[in-house]
């Protein structure tokens, strides 16, 4: 099977910055997308930042110009960097990957457990 490992969360002051990692282990032929969403308390889960299957990024609105997502392929890793936090950043944040297992012919959606990521002073 396949584990997604987060890391990186925490509690910081409005206007600061935090680097979210996320690693992908296990019987893992491909990975088809990756990336990063989020829950806030009483929200639906959303869309944060992700690589598509064609490898472009997409972000939402509300992250544009102040998150980046990045990858290392070769350590099946992804990264979310996060400048210019606001509280409403506040929020459970989740890796999702569509991976393609090994001796499998179809990609599995995965996620990671979750990593809390606190803005407020």
């Known amino acids: 099977q396949v584990q997604l490992v987060e890391s990186g969360g925490g509690l910081v002051q409005p206007g600061g910055s935090l680097r979210l990692s996320c690693a992908a282990s296990?019987?893992?032929?491909?990975?088809?997308?990756m990336g990063w969403y989020r829950q806030a308390p009483g929200k639906q889960r959303e869309l944060v930042a992700a690589f598509t299957s064609g490898g472009s990024s997409n972000y939402a609105d509300s992250v544009k110009g102040r998150f980046t997502i990045s990858r290392d392929n070769a350590k099946n890793t992804v990264y979310l960097q996060m400048n210019s936090l606001k509280p409403e950043d506040t929020a459970v944040y989740y890796c999702?990957?569509?991976?393609?297992?090994?001796?499998?012919?179809?990609?599995?959606?995965?996620w990671g457990q979750g990593t809390q990521v606190t803005v407020s002073s």
């Open positions: 296990g019987s893992i032929f491909s990975i088809n997308a």
């Open positions: 999702n990957a569509e991976v393609l297992i090994q001796g499998s012919l179809w990609y599995s959606n995965y």
